[in-house]
């Protein structure tokens, strides 16, 4: 079976760089909060961070956008030839997150072989999304990547290792490895540990997975199989967090193969993406639903289509979950179903509303950031329930892609920080 994890060529700041002030949150976190990252800003100050080579999507829709991309192009040539990188050559990192709450979890940071994923609905790949991707919000991430020199991942993918042969015997092995990072996140985001993999260690996970993608093979067999050519679809790899990060990734890497048909792409670096594998049965990972909210809306008329259209009643049987106005929750049945899930059925709704009204729609993760945003004017959120870990693997392997924003792992100050690089050009 053919391979999609390999060793990466990472790139990690030297000593004496202030790593609580290099390292920072996910572009695509607190988007409705434009006041975190001013806060990021002024915590960074005038110190290298990779802040300074990221876009957080709270800016898209401002008229500086092109500004701010030039300035992280600056940013990127500028740190590579004032050479404050250290490059480590066919790498695997060891990681170690401490998240908020004190839970550990882990993971290990390589890259992704593109031509191993594809994140349209019915995808065989051996990498697939887990949720719908929103193909509009790709153009704004590939502006980015087009004219960068580097590449940060926030992107964190998961494995179904329930036996825990693949990241967790690293535990043992971290004191035979050097430890390339040790240090707090800023902003509440817990703390990163990270070790450098030998060889042997890496050959050894390579093996692990290779008799993980058999046990999947296996599993799909008893799920679906792949008609038109009588292979299972084994799905190895299920985006857990960046899924259009990755996906711009491999648009921008499939214009270039187009632009370029004379062109040999089987090594070029923008075939690969840096990633963080991670079992999806860490105790320390847990999936939590992304709620809804619509603003510049009049909610009134809102909640009376939507009843009509989804059949919402106060009590009884049906998808449940809970509507927010003015930080005030009031319980919601829908029985008129157009999904499976729950999420998949008020999307659908809000989607079509969105298409017939000027309203804006943003995903928020936790339920008293969602009840106090709804104290705005013409504002009314959605909190949903969450989804059983569990579930994943199977419902994406039968039914594909997931609604987009179905789950979160973790919460915003969560995620994972930017802190390992890699060239892309």
């Excluded at 990690?12 to 390292?23: E, F, R």
């Excluded at 002024?42 to 999507?57: A, C, D, K, N, Q």
């Excluded at 943003?362 to 104290?375: F, N, Q, R, S, V």
Aim: hydrophobic share 35%; with cysteine.
């Amino acid at each position: 079976m053919e391979r999609a994890f390999f060793p990466a060529d990472i790139l990690l700041p030297k000593n004496g760089i202030d790593m609580g002030k290099w390292s920072v949150v996910a572009c695509d976190q607190f988007t409705s909060e434009p006041e975190y990252w001013e806060k990021v800003e002024e915590l960074v100050g005038g110190e290298s961070s990779t802040f300074r080579m990221i876009l957080p999507e709270v800016y898209l829709e401002d008229e500086d956008v092109d500004e701010r991309l030039e300035t992280i192009r600056n940013s990127m040539k500028g740190y590579l030839s004032g050479e404050i990188f250290e490059e480590y050559k066919n790498a695997m990192i060891y990681v170690e997150r401490t998240d908020s709450t004190g839970k550990m979890r882990a993971g290990i940071v390589g890259c992704i072989d593109l031509e191993q994923y594809d994140y349209h609905k019915g995808s065989t790949s051996l990498v697939r999304a887990t949720e719908a991707t929103v193909v509009e919000r790709i153009p704004p991430r590939i502006r980015v990547r087009e004219n960068a020199q580097v590449e940060l991942p926030h992107i964190m993918i998961l494995i179904d290792d329930k036996e825990r042969t693949v990241i967790e015997p690293c535990k043992e092995w971290k004191a035979d490895c050097k430890l390339l990072y040790d240090f707090d996140l800023m902003m509440g985001g817990g703390h990163l540990k990270g070790y450098l993999l030998g060889e042997e260690e890496q050959a050894k996970i390579l093996s692990a997975i290779d008799c993980l993608a058999v046990k999947e093979q296996k599993k799909s067999q008893q799920v679906i199989a792949d008609s038109t050519n009588e292979k299972p679809a084994v799905l190895l790899f299920a985006m857990g967090d960046g899924n259009h990060s990755l996906a711009s990734a491999k648009e921008h890497y499939e214009r270039l193969k187009a632009e370029n048909p004379e062109s040999d792409f089987s090594h070029h670096p923008a075939r690969y993406a840096l990633a963080e594998i991670v079992n999806l049965h860490s105790p320390a990972l847990e999936f939590e639903a992304i709620h809804r909210i619509v603003t510049q809306v009049n909610a009134d008329d809102l909640m009376e289509q939507m009843k009509q259209a989804l059949g919402l009643v106060e009590e009884g049987e049906g998808q449940t979950f809970y509507v927010v106005r003015n930080g005030e929750k009031e319980k919601a049945v829908i029985t008129k179903p157009t999904s499976k899930l729950t999420v998949g059925s008020l999307q659908n709704f809000l989607d079509t509303y969105q298409k017939e009204n000027d309203v804006k729609m943003d995903y928020i993760h936790g339920d008293k950031t969602l009840e106090a945003l709804t104290m705005q004017e013409n504002s009314i959120g959605f909190i949903l329930p969450d989804m059983a870990k569990e579930e994943l693997f199977p419902t994406v392997i039968y039914d594909g892609a997931l609604p987009r924003k179905t789950f979160s792992m973790g919460h915003a100050e969560d995620k994972r920080y930017y802190t390992e690089c890699r060239k892309i050009r």
